[in-house]
């Protein structure tokens, strides 16, 4: 078998694919793979033209060796924090130098001093203002926030305040967003968020997971219309990410790719690499199955 280079994707992605081909059609000789091509020539001279449909994947990394597993593994940007149990927190300013040393993938950086709600005091704020410079200062790629006002609502100030210190790198509103409660407030917080200047939202679309708010994540894609991007995240694994594309149709997805309990991966640290290859595979359509003879 010959395995040639892939653009763009884990190297083991083209042996993993000629893998379950071969499982399903036969053995293959060849498998190449160029830009949002791969080619599988099988014997029997048929061959195999699967298109990659342009979906990408954010791992949320909970330490710096999960994040250099999850680029090995394929991810398209990692978002960096700590505490899987809380949510994601601030993660150490230390964790994001050693991985601009090592890593080429964007890095967003979550800014969040502590659990529970989003509503935060004059010093947790100065609290994130330091974080999201110094985490500025060594290199992230972006930031992930959200400040809710006493009312439950988008706090505008807030988060024009963190904006513009962010400024030029993109930033994500997080699950906060969540917390707006109604369809109503959602989806006046999208029209803020836009307004603001927000590059994209991450949401569960109200509910716990973001299987159980497929259906109002497809209303946010359509509204938003290419104007802020909508990150479906929660619950979001291999086994449901297709049934999830199918109703939302984002152009990014936003998982954790473990399958241990919260209580489980604070223990035991166990990340599943493997899972982000079953997450990618997920996003590969097959097409073209031809006779060459």
């Known amino acids: ?65 999960s994040a250099l597993l999850a680029a090995q593994a394929g991810a398209d940007r990692i978002e960096l924090c700590q505490n899987y149990t809380a949510g994601g927190l601030t993660p150490p300013a230390e964790w994001l130098k050693q991985l601009k040393n090592h890593l080429a993938l964007p890095v967003k950086v979550m800014i969040r001093p502590r659990a529970d709600d989003f509503v935060y005091s004059e010093v947790e704020f100065l609290a994130m203002r330091s974080e999201l410079l110094q985490a500025k200062a060594l290199g992230a790629d972006g930031f992930v926030f959200g400040i809710l006002n006493q009312a439950g609502r988008i706090d505008i100030e807030s988060c024009k305040e963190l904006l513009e210190l962010a400024a030029p790198l993109p930033c994500t ?64 694994r291999s086994g449901n990410i297709a049934a999830l594309d199918a ?12 399958n241990l309990d919260a209580a489980a991966y604070e223990t035991s640290g166990s990340f599943d690499a493997k899972e982000i290859i079953r997450l990618k595979l997920s996003f590969l359509e097959f097409s073209s199955l031809r006779n060459v003879y």
């Open 1 to 65: 078998m010959k395995v040639y280079h892939c653009i763009g994707y884990s190297e083991a992605l083209p042996l993993i694919l000629a893998t379950k081909w071969s499982i399903m059609l036969g053995s293959s000789d060849i498998i190449e793979a160029q830009s949002n091509t791969i080619t599988c020539v099988f014997p029997g001279a048929y061959t195999k033209v699967m298109n990659i449909m342009t979906k990408f994947l954010e791992i949320a990394c909970f330490d710096p060796q």
């Open 247 to 258: 109703i939302v149709g984002a152009g990014f997805y936003h998982s954790a790719a473990w």
């Open 173 to 236: 509103f997080h699950r906060a967003f969540d917390r707006l409660g109604s369809v109503s407030a959602a989806l006046e917080g999208l029209e803020i968020l836009i307004e603001l200047g927000f590059s994209s939202i991450l949401s569960s679309g109200l509910k716990a997971s973001a299987m159980e708010g497929s259906e109002f994540l497809g209303v946010m894609v359509r509204q938003a219309a290419g104007r802020i991007e909508v990150i479906p995240g929660g619950g979001i």
